[in-house]
């Protein structure tokens, strides 16, 4: 631990630390253009110039550059490195095309505040400015290569950070070009970072161009919702509309980056179609009226079929207090047990995930970047939360091998093994594995419950891998990543015996599931006992329940089997619903309450690994003015009610609706004490040591042999399938077209071949998909993406296993009808 | 009992005309203060309303009842409304002691010219004088605002530290006449005014007189540019104006009562009583526009120092040496 | 000790208030006498004041009056609503929404001056990279109706440069409009073959 001298200031820092590092932890922030803590050091800038009065090297060097030595004496503002410094800027200032007014990103700049704050303010220098066309880098990166100071930092994070090749640098000396090979957009899904690390305005964000200064925004930190990681974003508001969302630093969780679903996929709050207004029977009304509606029918409901025929549903992309409402709404009302999930295997999946995750296995993103072998069981990370992928690899760039067990065709951006399996075949897989991972006799002495659960493991059908066992018997600190989505609660209780056996072994095992919605981690502490609309169904269809509150969720719209839902909300006697979204089940409601988004209401949403985030609302909510002043200027008259401004907080007005008195505080879920102060901190995990290690998991029959049967799996992808970011005009680019993935062996014994359309006949209906022939995924699967336009809510389930006889080639000119059909009520 | 009628006829009449001249005085001397003060400082001053802007004060008395009268949401009600009437309704009853004549004969009735002759008259108005600091302390107070409330202190220190002054220097006067009757002392000045004898208790009433008028170079509790509007912040329309009013009809007590123990009061060569007693008080309220025209505030420390360490020593030293003299 | 006190023994002592001869009470004296007498002769001198209905003379062409939006010397809106008016407004009377036109020019889709809370103090001015708003001397023009001191675009822009005639900001500026390409603008070379080594 070397100790320095900075600016008279000493300070004791790790070895390897840089003098730029060093200086920050005091406080003093130096210059800095290339240097980023993300992407490390490289010189380039020049910027960060200080002037080392004692140590080996003396002089003025770059800060970023030099490794603190015992001893080193540095001063930041000698007026040697402080010229140096000045000389540099006005030097990159050269070139620069003097557009600041017209510059988006002029107000928070890096360059405009060095170059005012270094006191560069006239360009002396006659000669003609170097210029650069600039290219068309997609719908959402705007390109102006006037403005580059050639620091790297875009090629560092593009190509090295976040692995993707398609930009990259070009020319030498004054020439230097930061652009792609040609024109066309962006591949990375990460590509919205570009925006946030670029010093100055080469990359701005186009959907937001020409919106507002930073400064004029509202800006507020939030956390995004578009999949269960929660990265920390900032939200920046103007005008009652949602401009512009960036990362946040969050050290535990998504570090400095974000993806681009989470950066784009806000347009659902600005949309003119969102619902504004509350309806009874299709007629606008005021809130207030409509809960008085509400209420009164469900006074009459509860009143002629007593209170069990009311139910409430929840989703898992509700905030907590939602989420909390609901289940507090059911239990004042005696109602049906509240609903959080849609699919039964969902809830079960989820609660199997929740329950078995310990606070001595739990894994952060951040953590999970650390891991020196990394096994991914029936997750794709790309498509389920893609900073997931980019955790990853940050562990492969460290050295650790990925190896992803999915029947998927998982794509990552790094060298990764894929072992295509059948997702029935997972659980063998995983338990073999657990047989292979060596040392079982370490783990035997440990504990009696793991010797008795390795001693009755059933020799596995399947051999693992042989460079995962290789891999694994090295590792001092292996993760295993499984996801909740496409598995079972088998192959996810395996995972987490594997994670505990390994851990027992004496490694820094971690375990890191991926979930359903922002808040599935919630939604399953909220409803332990809670059932799913799925067994619900039955008492829906026997006319035993009557009346249905959703709340933030689409059961129509999102339901597998769309036939049986629709008839089962025909059978209703009263549906209300709360969103903020356009939803079919909110077209089909009786009464409709609009809510608030987290941007407007904020809330609290619990991530896959449990951590409580609290976040409030960015800005007021409303009609944005663009909409309701048609584009020109907002009106000229002072009104006292915002446009639009009725809507509240789903969990507000749920109170407001409920018959009886809803209880504030709730005991149901178990939050630290202060959790208000602690936003960001774990909640408590249950232990889950009761649970590892089940007997049950011992034995399993691998069922996927069977080459009678296929599985279909509805899956989720990196843009155009989560419900929120779906709805975004600048990502639609960006999704996977609906079409069906097929192994080459199964499409040549239909026979089929890429493009040609398939017939799927499935639990609920039939549907007819493009066909996409791909080597990398597992035999005897349909993989579907659950795209708005692929019809998929006529599977059945999203997950279903189904004769071969079920899939046919289909002609061209059958129809392929969207699954947006009228509301059927 | 007629008698009695009579008798109560002819108060009225003295009342109403001295309120009469009092209060249109107060809205001219307004218009002349504003005029005069405007020329000194080389401008025209109001001349918009009527010719030489001589239908100003009228003007001003339409806009000020017009105005919506404003009570601050957080004020004392009670107090806030009552507060200017008491500054100007003190200010109008020293005028009851000031005679503005000899006594004349009417139909046989020996009539006083003045409203009421008091033989503790000087304590009256005394006494009167310290009242209408207690508007001035309660408005401020009773506005819950604070450059009110500061501008009501001040108010009550100025009040205070300079009532003194004002008192003492008047004991020479009362012990030359013999009498705290304003009209005795007027009588007593029959032969020569006692401004000739008193000199300095002259200057210190005036300048006490001043201080208690709250008038530049003494307008500390005003002090707009410091306090907004001093302790009348708050205050719009007709209640402001009350406050005004008051202002200006203090001024001119004093001036009667500067007349009345230092220049003779009523008494002059040739011209009637009552229009001696108005050119004195005329003059008395120029040359107060002229000091306004002229000086700068007063810092707060200066006040204080003034009215502590000179006026009031030196009223008591005056006391001494006119009380030798007499003895003598 | 307490703080205060510590601050207090800091600060120096007041010296002993001198005592004051007779000489200076009357300088004292005489100076309150000029006073009196300067003011008693401006009495008598003819009042400067110019009375304005009557007599309006003419402002210097840089008096802060009314706002207006000027246009460059070839008639385009100078405006590039680049906000930082409205930033430097103490009073915020000033909004607007950019926006970006066919041509690739950023300008005011709308562009409001509340005249109500303007204070007419000329930072927007001072502010203005392009010389778009600028203040002139026109400053008659209060209304009864509150709300028509509140001016759109429309009612600000003028065509004419007003004092600066001759900047034209996207002709300096290194970004692509319809009107310029990049390389065309002032002191700027041709845009650089990127593929290509030759110097």
């Known amino acids: 631990m070397p100790t320095l001298t900075i600016d008279n200031r000493r300070i004791e820092v790790p070895e390897g630390t840089k003098v730029i590092e060093a200086a920050e932890a005091l406080g003093i922030m130096i210059p800095r253009f290339c240097y980023h803590r993300a992407l490390g050091s490289v010189g380039a800038c020049r910027v960060c110039a200080v002037k080392i009065v004692d140590g080996t090297r003396k002089g003025v060097q770059m800060s970023c550059m030099l490794d603190v030595e015992e001893g080193m004496v540095v001063s930041t503002d000698d007026p040697e490195a402080v010229a140096m410094r000045r000389h540099v800027i006005e030097w990159l200032m050269l070139h620069h095309p003097h557009d600041c007014p017209v510059c988006d990103e002029g107000g928070h700049c890096l360059l405009q505040d060095m170059t005012v704050s270094g006191g560069h303010g006239l360009r002396r220098y006659l000669g003609n400015k170097r210029t650069h066309l600039d290219q068309y880098l997609g719908p959402r990166i705007q390109h102006e290569m006037n403005r580059c100071i050639q620091c790297y930092r875009c090629v560092r994070y593009y190509r090295e950070f976040s692995g993707y090749r398609d930009l990259g640098v070009t020319g030498i000396g004054n020439r230097v070009y930061f652009g792609r090979e040609r024109e066309g957009t962006l591949e990375n899904p990460f590509s919205g970072n570009l925006i946030d690390i670029c010093p100055t305005g080469v990359f701005t964000d186009k959907p937001a161009r020409y919106f507002g200064r930073r400064w004029d925004l509202q800006r507020g930190p939030s956390v995004c919702i578009h999949c269960s990681l929660g990265c920390s974003v900032t939200v920046g508001a103007r005008y009652r509309e949602v401009a512009r969302v960036e990362a946040r630093y969050a050290k535990a969780v998504n570090g400095h980056f974000i993806c681009d679903r989470g950066r784009w996929g806000f347009p659902y709050t600005n949309e003119a179609s969102r619902p504004r207004a509350a309806r009874v029977d299709g007629e606008a009304t005021t809130v207030g009226e409509a809960c008085a509606a509400a209420r009164n029918r469900l006074l009459h409901v509860a009143e002629t079929a007593g209170s069990e025929a009311v139910a409430c549903l929840g989703s898992e992309r509700a905030g907590l207090e939602t989420l909390k409402a609901v289940a507090g709404i059911c239990r004042a009302n005696g109602w049906a047990d509240p609903l959080f999930w849609l699919e039964r295997r969902a809830r079960e999946n989820v609660a199997a995930a929740v329950s078995l995750l310990g606070d001595d296995l739990v894994l952060s993103l951040r953590e999970l970047e650390a891991a020196d072998c990394v096994l991914v069981f029936g997750a794709d990370p790309l498509g389920e939360a893609p900073m997931a992928a980019l955790a990853l690899r940050q562990a492969r760039r460290q050295g650790a091998p990925v190896f992803v067990f999915d029947p998927r065709p998982v794509e990552l951006p790094l060298d990764f093994h894929h072992v295509p399996l059948a997702i029935e075949d997972l659980p063998e897989c995983i338990r073999s594995l657990v047989g292979a991972a060596g040392d079982r006799e370490t783990a035997r002495g440990a504990d009696p419950t793991v010797r008795s659960f390795t001693d009755q493991l059933a020799e596995p059908s399947v051999p693992p891998p042989p460079e995962a066992v290789a891999a694994l018997r090295t590792s001092r600190r292996p993760a295993v990543v499984c996801g909740t989505d496409v598995t079972d609660a088998a192959a996810i209780g395996l995972a987490a015996d594997f994670a505990a056996l390994m851990k027992a072994q004496g490694r820094r095992a971690g375990l890191f599931y991926l979930m359903p919605g922002a808040n599935g981690f919630g939604a399953a502490l909220a409803g332990t006992e809670a059932a799913s609309l799925e067994e619900l169904l039955p008492r829906i269809e026997g006319g035993e329940i009557r009346a249905l509150v959703a709340v933030e969720a689409d059961p129509l719209g999102l339901y597998p089997d769309r036939g049986r839902i629709e008839a089962a909300m025909r059978k209703l006697d009263l549906l209300v619903v709360l969103d903020y979204l356009d939803t079919d089940s909110a077209a089909a409601a009786d009464v409709f309450l609009p809510s608030t988004t987290v941007f407007e209401t904020g809330g609290t949403w619990i991530n896959q690994e449990g951590r409580i985030q609290i976040v409030r609302g960015a800005h007021r909510g409303g009609i944005p003015v663009s909409q309701t002043g048609g584009g020109g200027h907002p009106p000229r008259v002072f009104m006292e009610e915002v446009p639009g401004g009725q809507a509240a907080a789903s969990g507000q007005t749920l109170t407001r609706l409920s018959p009886a008195e809803v209880k504030g505080a709730s005991e149901w879920v178990r939050l630290p004490p202060d959790t208000d102060k602690q936003s960001g901190t774990r909640a408590v995990l249950p232990d889950p040591s009761a649970l590892r290690f089940a007997p049950e998991r011992t034995a399993l029959s691998g069922a996927a042999g069977d080459e009678a049967m296929l599985t279909v799996i509805a899956v989720d992808r990196t843009f155009g399938t989560e419900v929120l970011s779906s709805r975004s005009p600048w990502l639609s680019a960006e999704e996977t077209a609906p079409t069906v993935w097929m192994h080459p062996e199964e499409a040549g014994r239909v026979p089929l071949s890429d493009g040609d359309l398939l017939e799927i006949d499935a639990g609920g209906g039939s549907l007819v998909l493009p066909v996409k022939i791909v080597e990398n995924m597992a035999r005897r699967t349909l993989v579907i993406p659950r795209h708005r336009d692929a019809a998929w809510q006529r599977l059945g389930a999203t997950r279903l296993r189904i004769e071969r006889d079920c899939i046919r080639k289909a002609q061209p000119v059958g129809e392929n009808a969207p699954v947006k059909e009228s509301p059927p009520r | ?328 | ?199």
């Open chain 3, 1 to 199: 000790m307490n703080p205060d006190e510590r601050h207090y023994r800091k600060l120096k002592p007041v010296p002993p208030q001198r005592f004051r001869t007779i000489s200076e009470i009357g300088e004292a004296l005489n100076a309150l006498g000029q006073g009196f007498v300067t003011t008693f002769r401006h009495l008598f001198r003819k009042p400067i004041t110019e009375e304005y209905p009557e007599y309006k003379r003419t402002l210097p062409e840089r008096s802060r009056a009314r706002i207006v939006l000027t246009r460059d010397p070839d008639g385009n809106e100078r405006c590039v609503a680049c906000y930082l008016c409205s930033a430097a407004c103490p009073v915020s009377c000033i909004s607007m929404q950019s926006a970006e036109d066919d041509n690739g020019r950023r300008y005011a889709r709308w562009f409001r001056i509340n005249f109500g809370r303007c204070i007419y103090c000329g930072l927007c001015e001072e502010a203005c990279p392009t010389s778009a708003i600028q203040l002139t001397p026109q400053f008659e023009h209060v209304k009864r109706e509150i709300l028509s001191m509140v001016y759109e675009k429309e009612d600000l822009l003028v065509d004419h440069s007003g004092k600066d005639k001759t900047y034209n900001f996207y002709r300096w500026a290194g970004i692509r409009t319809g009107d310029r390409d990049k390389g065309e603008h002032e002191r700027e070379d041709k845009p650089v073959n990127v593929r290509s080594n030759m110097p």
């Open chain 2, 1 to 328: 009992m007629i008698a009695w009628i009579a008798g109560f006829a002819v108060l009225l009449v003295k009342i109403g005309l001295v309120l009469g001249v009092l209060l249109f005085l107060a809205a001219y001397l307004v218009w002349a203060e504003r005029k005069l003060l405007g020329r000194l400082q080389i401008r025209y001053g109001p001349n918009r309303a009527g010719i030489f802007g001589l239908l100003q004060p009228i003007a001003d008395a339409i806009k000020m009842m017009t105005k919506e009268d404003i009570v601050p949401e957080a004020a004392d009600r009670t107090i806030f409304l009552l507060a200017p009437a008491v500054v100007a309704v003190t200010a109008m009853l020293m005028a009851a002691v000031v005679p503005f004549g000899p006594t004349i004969t009417l139909w046989g009735r020996q009539v006083p010219m003045v409203v009421t002759d008091l033989n503790v008259g000087l304590l009256f108005v005394f006494a009167m004088s310290s009242l209408g600091v207690y508007g001035v302390a309660l408005g401020g107070w009773a506005s819950n605002s604070k450059f009110a409330l500061l501008g009501g202190i001040r108010g009550a220190a100025q009040m205070i530290s300079y009532e003194l002054a004002l008192g003492l220097s008047i004991v020479p006067v009362v012990m030359l006449a013999g009498s705290l009757s304003l009209v005795d002392i007027v009588d007593a000045q029959a032969s020569y005014p006692f401004i000739l004898v008193q000199p300095v208790a002259f200057v210190i009433f005036v300048v006490s007189a001043m201080a208690e008028s709250k008038r530049i170079p003494f307008d500390l509790p005003e002090a707009e540019n410091e306090l907004g509007a001093g302790y009348h912040t708050e205050y719009s329309g007709m209640r402001f104006g009350m406050f005004f009013i008051g202002e200006y009809v203090h001024m001119q007590v004093l001036g009667a009562l500067i007349a009345v123990f230092f220049l003779g009061g009523w008494r002059g060569p040739l011209l009637p009583g009552p229009l001696w007693l108005l050119i004195k008080i005329i003059v008395v309220a120029l040359v107060m526009i002229w000091v306004r025209g002229t000086l700068p505030r007063l810092r707060y420390d200066q006040l204080m120092a003034l009215g502590w360490k000179v006026l009031i020593p030196a009223a008591l030293a005056n006391i001494v040496i006119t009380g030798a003299v007499v003895l003598l």
